[in-house]
C-alpha cells in the first residue's frame, strides 16, 4: 500500500452499566488490525464524554466505525450527545455501523443514526455489521460464534477504505482549490 494507513475511529456508543458494547468493539477493532492500511483508535464515549477529546479524536480520523446498541428502537442518548457537541470534523467521512440488540440486531438504532449523520455532512456505508441476540451470538472469549460476522466485518472494511481514500482526496483537493 502506498497511502499511509486510513485513520479508523472506532466509537463505543453506550456507557450503561454492564453494556456489552465493549466485546462488540474489541472483536471489530481486532478485524481492523488485521489490516495494514487501517490505524485503528478506540474511542470510548464513557472515557471520552463528547468534551474530553471526542471531537478531536473523530477530527483525527478519516473514517468511523459507530458500534452501537438499540435502546427503545434508537441508539442511546449519549452518542446523540456527542453526535451534537461535534459538527465538521464528520464532514466528508464514511461512517459504518456494528450494530447489536434483540431481535432487530441493533438495525433500527442504525436507521436513526443516519439522518442525523447526514446533517453533519458524513456519508454513512450501506454494509453493516449486526448481531441479533447479541449476548448469545458471541462466545466466552469474545469472538462471534457465527463465522458470517468475520465476512460482514470485511465487506464493511473493504468499504471504508475505498470511501476514506476517495474522500480523503477529494478533501486534500478541495482545500488546495481544487474544483470538485
Given at each position: 500500500?502506498?497511502?499511509?494507513?486510513?485513520?479508523?475511529?472506532?466509537v463505543i456508543g453506550s456507557v450503561r452499566e454492564g453494556r456489552f458494547g465493549?466485546?462488540?468493539?474489541?472483536?471489530?477493532?481486532?478485524r481492523a488490525r488485521r489490516r495494514p492500511d487501517v490505524a485503528v483508535d478506540v474511542?470510548?464515549?464513557?472515557?471520552?464524554?463528547?468534551?474530553?477529546g471526542f471531537a478531536e479524536r473523530i477530527g483525527a480520523a478519516d473514517a468511523?466505525?459507530?458500534?452501537?446498541?438499540?435502546?427503545n428502537h434508537s441508539f442511546p442518548g449519549p452518542l446523540k450527545t456527542a453526535l451534537d457537541a461535534t459538527g465538521g470534523e464528520w464532514r466528508d467521512k464514511p461512517v459504518g455501523?456494528?450494530?447489536?440488540?434483540?431481535?432487530?440486531?441493533?438495525?433500527?438504532?442504525?436507521?436513526h443514526l443516519r439522518p442525523v449523520l447526514a446533517e453533519l455532512h458524513a456519508v454513512g456505508l450501506r454494509d453493516t455489521v449486526s448481531f441479533h441476540g447479541a449476548a448469545g451470538a458471541f462466545d466466552a472469549t469474545g469472538?462471534?460464534?457465527?463465522?458470517?460476522?468475520?465476512?460482514?466485518?470485511?465487506v464493511l472494511l473493504d468499504a471504508l477504505a475505498w470511501w476514506a481514500r476517495t474522500l480523503r482526496r477529494a478533501r486534500l483537493e478541495h482545500a488546495a482549490g481544487s474544483p470538485t
Open positions: 500500500m502506498t497511502e499511509d494507513p486510513i485513520p479508523l475511529a472506532v465493549p466485546v462488540v468493539a474489541a472483536w471489530f477493532a481486532d474511542v470510548d464515549l464513557l472515557e471520552t464524554g463528547p468534551d474530553a468511523v466505525v459507530i458500534v452501537t446498541p438499540e435502546y455501523f456494528v450494530a447489536y440488540g434483540g431481535l432487530s440486531g441493533g438495525l433500527r438504532a442504525v436507521e469472538r462471534p460464534r457465527e463465522e458470517v460476522a468475520d465476512a460482514a466485518a470485511t
